[in-house]
């Protein structure tokens, strides 16, 4: 739930918040970024909060887990956070930013937000009243938001410093604790020893054994203030993009493109978010794989589809084999993965290959376009690529155009992704889908009559396949000819790179992140 300063537009605006085409509940619609770049930290004896540039984490002390976060979809202010103030009525967060205040209430799952002149400078709760209101410092003064208000109220009647409740910096914890500034250096460096720092932190003196930092790339750390021994509290993806994603036992893996100076990596999101494990030699050091652009989980190994190979990992770890051109493969550029009864098949910018479970490599002589999907349907494959669409017959060692397709001259366009649902082809397209009727292999093809924008990826699903593109995420129901789903960027944030499905939710990899959507509530927009 969310409210607004007022019901202007020109507010919802200025304010940078997503207007939901909908109520959604908590839980059915959760955005997973980068969350290691933290602005504010703020701790209840109950909850540590720490604002950073894509969200808010909730760390529940007790759990030892992270809560749901909460983004810009949720109600998270676009704005800077300059600091946090937990709330310890309603387990809730008070928020300063560059343009004014917001405040969490997670007991009720709502949002309230304001502008102040010049943004917050400083903020406080009253110790002797906290139920009274949030005071906060702008350009022109004191100013105070009564619990339940909506605006910010210019105000003379300050409580003293010495009932001021308000943020915590990292400077003044590390003075009380010389031992965690003693060892910053060792808490501040990661494995491949790349250094941080410090940007905020949080204690409370209910629990003097914890304190919390946060950092400019580590996320949250947990530090005992006596011993000086600590940790990061892992939570999220190491960069904010999720580009390729598929599903394993109990939750995804997901790879999102990095730019110049970002982590990339291969990351292990478990379905109910309670593990995030994230594997950068899996993609760099060891392997050279610099950037996996298709994945397939098959055999109980992990492929990984790169511009340079492709990389097998049995058990996701980052250990395992690599096939490139002298391997057997056609070309080092992998474009697309699939299963096969005996192993998988790899396509290639130069061709087709195979490779089995023991790591044969097999090229399909005499056929060298680019293949960029693949589907097999029992000994069978179909294949994509720029001219069209083609089938792989048992036995043949070339793809050929079948006679059924030759009366469907719309499929001959450039092939952007394939999938199988229970014996139904789907081929879509840049704008067109295609399905073929498995009991007399005859083909329709129409256009999406929902908003997809440009597509992008399919994913199979009982009675249909999802349509992931640039303008939304859409299920179609085959059967029914309907189309249901979201939209981008009232729903999904950010453009749509691949979706699939794992147990009762659907993962769409964005350029603002992984998204975890309930099947249901998608299914019912």
Excluded: C
Excluded at 513 to 524: C, Q
């Amino acid at each position: 739930m969310k409210r607004l300063l007022t019901a202007a537009t020109a507010t919802t605006a200025a304010l940078g918040l997503l207007v939901s085409s909908g109520y959604w509940r908590p839980g059915d619609r959760v955005l997973i970024s980068d969350f290691s770049e933290i602005e504010a930290v703020a701790a209840s004896s109950f909850k540590v909060y720490a604002a950073t540039l894509n969200g808010l984490i909730i760390y529940d002390r007790g759990a030892g887990t992270f809560d749901l976060p909460q983004t810009r979809l949720d109600g998270y202010p676009s704005s800077q956070v300059r600091f946090a103030v937990a709330d310890p009525v309603g387990n809730g967060v008070w928020l300063g930013t560059n343009d004014g205040w917001a405040h969490y209430n997670q007991d009720i799952n709502q949002w309230d937000s304001g502008i102040i002149p010049g943004g917050a400078r400083d903020g406080f709760l009253d110790s002797q009243g906290a139920v009274g209101g949030f005071y906060l410092q702008g350009m022109a003064g004191w100013y105070v938001v009564q619990r339940g208000g909506l605006a910010a109220i210019p105000t003379t009647t300050v409580p003293p410093p010495n009932r001021r409740t308000g943020p915590q910096s990292a400077r003044a914890l590390l003075a009380r604790a010389p031992v965690v500034f003693g060892m910053q250096g060792r808490l501040l460096t990661d494995s491949r020893l790349r250094t941080y720092q410090f940007t905020a932190g949080a204690m409370t003196q209910d629990r003097p054994n914890e304190m919390f930092l946060g950092t400019t790339g580590l996320g949250l750390l947990r530090v005992d203030p006596m011993s000086g021994q600590g940790a990061p509290l892992s939570f999220g993806l190491p960069n904010q993009r999720a580009s390729v994603t598929v599903a394993g036992p109990g939750g995804v893996w997901t790879v999102g493109s990095a730019r110049a100076g970002e982590r990339r990596a291969l990351t292990w999101v478990a379905e109910d978010l309670s593990k995030f494990t994230i594997n950068e030699d899996a993609l760099g050091r060891g392997t050279q794989v610099l950037l996996a652009q298709r994945m397939l989980y098959a055999n109980s190994a992990l492929w990984l589809g790169t511009s340079l190979g492709l990389y097998q990992m049995p058990t996701g770890d980052g250990t395992g084999h690599f096939y490139d051109v002298g391997a057997g493969l056609p070309g080092p550029n992998v474009l697309s993965l699939a299963k096969a009864p005996d192993g998988i098949w790899v396509g290639t910018a130069q061709g087709l290959a195979h490779v089995t479970p023991e790591g044969t490599v097999t090229r399909m002589t005499g056929y060298d376009r680019a293949v960029v999907a693949l589907v097999a349907q029992r000994e069978s494959l179909w294949v994509g690529t720029v001219d069209g669409l083609a089938l792989l017959a048992p036995g043949s060692t070339s793809p050929t155009l079948p006679p059924e397709l030759a009366a469907a001259p719309t499929l001959r366009a450039p092939v952007v992704a394939l999938a199988n649902t229970r014996d139904t082809i789907v081929v879509a397209t840049a704008d067109q889908l295609g399905w073929r009727n498995p009991a007399d292999g005859s083909w329709t093809v129409l256009r999406p009559r929902a908003p997809v924008g440009t597509i992008t990826a399919l994913a199979p699903d009982a009675g249909g396949v999802w349509i992931a593109g640039t303008g939304g995420l859409v299920f179609w129901d085959i059967a029914h000819q309907t189309f249901h789903g979201v939209s981008v960027p009232n729903d999904i944030p950010a453009a749509i790179r691949d979706v699939t499905v794992e147990g009762e939710h659907v993962w769409a990899a964005t350029d603002a992140g992984l998204v975890r959507l309930s099947r249901d509530a998608a299914l019912h927009r």
